[in-house]
């Protein structure tokens, strides 16, 4: 039995999952009653190594041991320069890119609003390019460039200074968002301005699992360049090694202007989030934007554990690579088997979702996981989307006995 709560009706997940989870561990949640969870959701991307991995346990608890400082602000402390040192080292380096890095707060709404006022700061311009579907935070700044307006009606004012433009595949790809973007620029009557920046999401998470095509990324990134607006990519959700590479752009071959990072690069669900970007846009003025937490020490500790455990090769990437071939295969085959139901399942590496004819199916499908101990969530702009996203380091038995719970409550929901 659930006890009453003082909780807010705000909460969410807890409506969906009623029941008292007590521990974690790898891939799956434990209840109080006993009852273990497979766990397909993963923090909405901030558990990729899943949950109370060993390594970075080991390494978090030694510092708090030793009276490791945990809170800091910007002051310099010998776990923010590991951190620093790493992340140059194992990221940064191999890939050539030359970001300054700004610890902005601790959640991926700081990283993006940071993004934005820089950007923003940098050129002198208002406007910021944002996409259908697109999810950027919860922050006066980060909704005004979000697209769903259930999400977008909470902010109670208005939100300006956004131009929204067609996302790669809207309207079944009958409208070119980049054309219609790069003809209005080009037109001295559109009314359009030159905006700041044009803020995008690879795969689009919350929007429900919309990857873009590498030659879309590679075309609009092309497109900014030749404009001189600034390129912010939101790899909040798709970093960290979601998509496979560390960055989720890689594959497109695109440098971004500025990246926003969060949700996983602490690596054990502490909160910490970065913004990245290119030297010469590193404009800002001491303490011109800042934030309590944005020294959470703890996180920087196991950040740099995990930077050591998985980026010191490509094996956690190649294998991400090779279940993103299995989740493909499994998931088509879903669609196939009920075609009357599910319009299409898509994804890139680990994450992935099945697309519903009628919305109200993916919430029984998630219900119907849940009654079978499988933890699985919702996206899309009606909840249509059944989206997937177990951890990185799950074994191949727990993605087959995921898939298997899977396949039963579709079964269960399409008979219902």
Not at 53 to 75: C, F, I, N, W
Not at 126 to 133: E, N
Not at 388 to 408: A, C, H, N, V
Request: aromatic share 8%; charged share 20%; glycine share 10%.
């Amino acid at each position: 039995m659930i006890a009453p709560t003082i909780e807010s009706e705000v909460r969410s997940y807890c409506r969906n999952w009623p029941v008292v989870f007590d521990h974690g561990r790898g891939s799956r949640l434990f209840a109080r009653d006993g009852r273990s969870y497979l766990d397909f959701f993963a923090g909405a991307g901030a558990l990729n190594y899943g949950h109370n991995h060993p390594v970075l346990k080991r390494a978090l608890l030694d510092y708090l041991e030793q009276d490791g400082v945990t809170h800091s602000l910007d002051m310099l402390t010998a776990a923010k320069q590991d951190f620093l040192t790493e992340f140059a080292a194992r990221v940064l380096g191999p890939r050539r890119l030359e970001y300054r890095v700004q610890f902005p707060g601790p959640t991926g709404a700081n990283s993006v609003e940071a993004a934005l006022k820089l950007a923003r700061k940098v050129t002198g311009r208002h406007t910021v390019v944002a996409f259908t579907s697109a999810f950027h935070g919860m922050s006066l700044g980060a909704l005004a460039v979000t697209g769903n307006a259930a999400v977008r009606a909470g902010a109670g004012v208005p939100l300006g200074h956004t131009w929204r433009i067609p996302y790669d595949g809207f309207a079944d790809g009958r409208v070119s968002g980049l054309t219609l973007l790069d003809t209005m620029l080009a037109d001295s009557s559109s009314g359009m301005d030159l905006p700041a920046a044009v803020i995008v999401e690879t795969v689009q998470g919350e929007g429900g699992v919309n990857p873009a095509r590498a030659t879309w990324l590679a075309d609009l990134a092309e497109l900014c360049a030749r404009r001189e607006i600034l390129l912010i990519v939101d790899d909040i959700q798709m970093g960290c090694g979601r998509t496979g590479p560390f960055f989720s752009f890689e594959h497109a071959g695109i440098t971004p202007d500025i990246v926003c990072l969060s949700k996983s690069i602490s690596g054990y669900g502490l909160p910490m989030s970065l913004t990245l970007f290119r030297t010469e846009l590193d404009v800002w003025q001491p303490g011109e934007h800042n934030g309590t937490f944005r020294g959470n020490n703890p996180a920087f500790v196991t950040a740099t554990a995990a930077l050591k455990e998985f980026w010191t090769d490509s094996r956690l990437e190649k294998q991400t690579a090779e279940r993103d071939i299995l989740f493909d295969e499994h998931l088509t085959e879903f669609a196939g088997r009920y075609p009357a139901q599910m319009a299409a399942s898509r994804g890139r590496g680990l994450v992935w979702g099945l697309t519903f004819r009628e919305p109200h199916m993916a919430g029984q499908v998630a219900r119907e996981a849940f009654s079978r101990g499988l933890l699985v969530e919702t996206a899309g702009s009606v909840d249509e989307v059944v989206k997937l996203m177990p951890s990185l380091t799950s074994t191949d038995e727990e993605l087959s006995e995921g898939l298997g719970i899977l396949g039963e409550a579709v079964a269960a929901a399409v008979g219902c």
